[in-house]
């Protein structure tokens, strides 16, 4: 199995800056993508940002230029700063992990705990 642990969030203001921390640990075979997804009260779990193990980025529109997904593969860790905060940013922020289970090319999604991300205005 593998273990995703997220760090980070917090009470921010609005224009303010929050960094979320991913790390990866235990069973790891081969991690392909890692991603950031939020789920704010109410709503439909959505994705913010993902990054392939090759260095392609995906981000939601309403975050692009704001946010910015980086990782570090030697470490299993993706990192994502958030910039120019605004109150509809607020949600639950989950770490996704795609891992491959073994040579045959079976893949696995992991999730973190979440970490809750507040912005006031």
């Known amino acids: 199995q593998v273990q995703v642990v997220e760090s980070g969030g917090g009470l921010a203001q609005a224009g303010g800056s929050l960094r979320l921390s991913c790390a990866a640990s235990g069973n790891i075979f081969s991690i392909n993508d890692m991603g950031w997804y939020r789920q704010a009260p109410e709503k439909q779990r959505e994705l913010v940002a993902v990054?392939?193990?090759?260095?392609?980025?995906r981000y939601a529109d309403s975050v692009k230029g704001r946010f910015t997904i980086t990782r570090d593969n030697a470490k299993n860790t993706a990192d994502l700063q958030m910039n120019s905060l605004k109150p509809e940013d607020t949600a639950v922020y989950y770490c996704?992990?795609?891992?491959?289970?073994?040579?045959?090319?079976?893949?696995?999604?992991?999730w973190g705990q979440g970490t809750q991300v507040t912005v006031s205005s």
């Open positions: 996704n992990v795609e891992d491959r289970g073994s040579i045959y090319g079976d893949i696995y999604d992991y």
């Open positions: 990054i392939t193990s090759g260095g392609t980025i």
